[in-house]
């Protein structure tokens, strides 16, 4: 296990390295996003989104509550995100290790709030 000096010696000697792969990971994601095709931007279902849009169903609160605790404590490695069946976030996720835990702090509070991410046959989320 490595101690304190030796860690914070290799983020001052590689943090350079860090930020540049941050930044070309985020790069591809938004050319990725903005190459999709027209169809897969058809937004007009958020204008008729509600809270009441989760489901509240013993079956799926549980599962949000797993999606939850899975976020809290493995969040870093996506493995929230690989439960919910979003491959390509969890993919991401777990190559930045969560965004170097900015973006697993981001969807914890995502998940706590909820009715951001939907879950296999409970809907929510965006795609409802």
Known sequence: ???????????????????IYQVSMFTLLFLYLSFQSPLQHDTHHLTRRTWRSCPSTPHCNGKFKTATLLSLFLGTFGVDQFYAHHWVLAAF?????????????????????????GLPGCGGGYGG
């Open 1 to 19: 296990m490595p101690t304190m000096t030796q860690l914070r010696s290799f983020l001052h000697n590689h943090s350079i390295h860090i930020l």
């Open 93 to 117: 996720k777990l190559v930045t290790l969560g965004g170097l835990g900015t973006w697993s702090l981001i969807d914890v509070v995502l998940w706590i709030v909820g009715g951001i991410y």
